[in-house]
């Protein structure tokens, strides 16, 4: 074993010393600072019990031990460090948890990011490591690490909260500025760990593929026309595309959808902690400042407490009230349009939107009578295979499949390149596009029919492990496969899908902002501000990439 230099007592210690008064018996002092360590029997096992495990983490020789355990526990009434050694065992203690924790739970989040790497591997249909999967492991175990971070400084600030405000006998000394330094840097790391992986999520959700699959086909009216060589033909009336711009413009809507109703959130913490008094808790003193890691502990308590009681009640709500979620997917139905998303190159998401009545272009009337022979069960099933109400998917797109899709958007994109890229011949780039969005409309619908051999599917279930570890353990080569999903997970592509990102990110923000400035009212403010910037971010920049991929006019848009 190598030898430890011997280090004087921190600077803590000395410090300590000032907040008790010199002519307190050495005893009274450790009875104040420790309070599982009443009597010198306890304290020593105390003591013991502590330096061995600081051995065993650390590697510490004897001699540095028998100093640390000198200033932990030192009677000399005359010393520097008398009256300190309670303090300083608990702080200790918690410091010691901490790294080992940190050290356990990191490992494991860096190995459910090589899982998450491995799905994403899978779903964009890459064979290689580059530089690109290394990346993208980077910003999953951001995430990840940002999780571990952020449960050991809750769970260590509401431990000091508890232990100094809920004692009843022997009061515990709060940490000192020095040692509250220790679990900042922890809170700092675990807000640009979460920043980070909300811009990453924030990035994929901008960038999504969309195309509305529009079912309805010309129908033929009763009225006649007189051809030039004399024939009678039926007239045909051209599909409406309204419809489409109407599901366009509910999918634009519910982008944003939270589980929880943010400015309430704002408004319950703020109300708590100012209103009711819960700031006070938070006192080292009476006269003196507040403890940063007791405000911290108290308002990430509070934050997420809130927070998860509204997404309990939301629970409720769905089932009891309005669920956005499915009214789009029964909006799709009604409108006989079904949509496709693609999040990565060869995985996304099918809503079966196909109207089990033919047609949605009906008047009123006929609506009704529709809507009333499928309450009654006088129609097929809405689903996508016979007698089945699963209307969405999770799609697993062959290399085939995509190399054809692509070929087709090559020719939306035509529309939004500079001047000196488009093609000179083109004439009429309007009228090219439209061809186009029948293109693609033609094939999508004829692969949902089977009518494509060579771009073929199949549905299936996923396994129960396959959803615990949201990966797909089958690769499409020769077809595509549809997963059944009852569970809606296409709002993976909404704020929706990721409410507990949203929700740890915005306890962060707020945390932050409290830390740096000490005014729950100001943290809540900038919270406030945060949430409507990202919310107009998501909107925006969702609506263009909305136009560019699904070639619905930005004109008709809400």
Not at 364 to 373: K, S
Not at 440 to 469: C, Q, W
């Amino acid at each position: 074993m190598l030898a430890h230099t011997i280090t004087p007592p921190p600077p803590w210690a000395t410090r300590f010393t000032t907040l008790i008064p010199a002519n307190r018996s050495p005893a009274r002092r450790h009875a104040r600072c420790l309070p599982f360590a009443l009597n010198s029997e306890n304290r020593d096992s105390s003591v013991k019990r502590t330096l061995n495990f600081v051995q065993k983490l650390f590697g510490y020789s004897n001699q540095l031990l028998q100093q640390l355990s000198g200033w932990l526990v030192s009677d000399d009434p005359g010393g520097a460090l008398a009256g300190c050694g309670g303090h300083g065992l608990v702080w200790l203690r918690v410091v010691c948890s901490c790294k080992t924790t940190v050290s356990v739970l990191a490992g494991l989040a860096g190995l459910i990011s090589v899982l998450k790497t491995i799905s994403w591997k899978r779903r964009i249909a890459s064979e290689v490591i580059d530089l690109r999967v290394i990346l993208t492991f980077i910003l999953f175990y951001a995430g990840d690490l940002a999780n571990v971070f952020l449960t050991i400084s809750v769970g260590t600030s509401f431990y000091w909260l508890m232990l100094c405000k809920a004692q009843k006998r022997v009061p515990v000394m709060f940490p000192l500025p020095d040692q509250e330094e220790h679990l900042v840097k922890y809170i700092i790391c675990a807000f640009a760990l979460k920043a980070v992986q909300f811009l990453h999520k924030l990035s994929i959700q901008l960038s999504v593929d969309v195309f509305f699959l529009d079912w309805e086909r010309p129908r033929t009216t009763a009225k006649k026309t007189v051809s030039a060589n004399g024939e009678q033909k039926h007239d045909i009336s051209p599909v409406s595309i309204w419809r489409t711009y109407f599901v366009a413009n509910e999918w634009k809507e519910i982008q944003t959808l939270r589980k929880i109703w943010p400015t309430f959130q704002i408004m319950a913490v703020l109300f708590c902690l100012e209103g009711l008094g819960f700031s006070e808790y938070t006192l080292k003193d009476r006269t003196t400042s507040y403890s940063r890691i007791l405000r911290y502990g108290l308002a990430t308590t509070l934050w997420l407490s809130i927070g998860f009681l509204q997404i309990i009640l939301s629970v409720f709500y769905e089932i009891c009230v309005d669920d956005k979620i499915r009214q789009f997917v029964d909006l799709c139905s009604i409108s006989n349009i079904s949509v496709l998303l693609l999040s990565h190159r060869c995985f996304g998401y099918y809503i079966h939107g196909r109207s089990v009545h033919g047609h949605a272009d009906t008047n009123m009337e006929e609506m009704n009578n529709n809507l009333r022979r499928e309450a009654e069960t006088r129609c097929g099933q809405r689903g996508l295979l016979p007698n089945t109400d699963i209307q969405t998917f999770q799609v697993a797109l062959s290399t085939q499949l995509r190399s054809h899709y692509d070929r087709i958007q090559e020719s939306f994109i035509t529309r939004y390149r500079p001047s000196r890229l488009m093609d000179p011949n083109s004439a009429n780039q309007p009228d090219q596009n439209i061809r186009a969005y029948h293109a693609m409309n033609h094939f999508l619908g004829s692969v949902i029919d089977h009518a494509h051999p060579d771009v073929d599917y199949y549905v299936r279930d996923k396994l129960t492990l396959e959803r615990i570890m949201g990966m797909e353990f089958l690769e499409p080569k020769d077809k595509s496969i549809f997963y059944n999903d009852e569970a809606h997970t296409f709002s993976n592509v909404l704020f929706y899908g990721h409410e507990g990102t949203l929700l740890i990110f915005d306890t962060l923000f707020f945390c932050i902002i409290d830390l740096a400035s000490q005014n729950f009212v100001l943290a809540a403010v900038l919270t406030y501000l945060e949430q409507v910037i990202f919310k107009k971010i998501r909107v925006g920049l969702g609506k263009k990439n909305l136009v560019f991929k699904s070639q619905v006019d930005e004109r008709f848009f809400t």
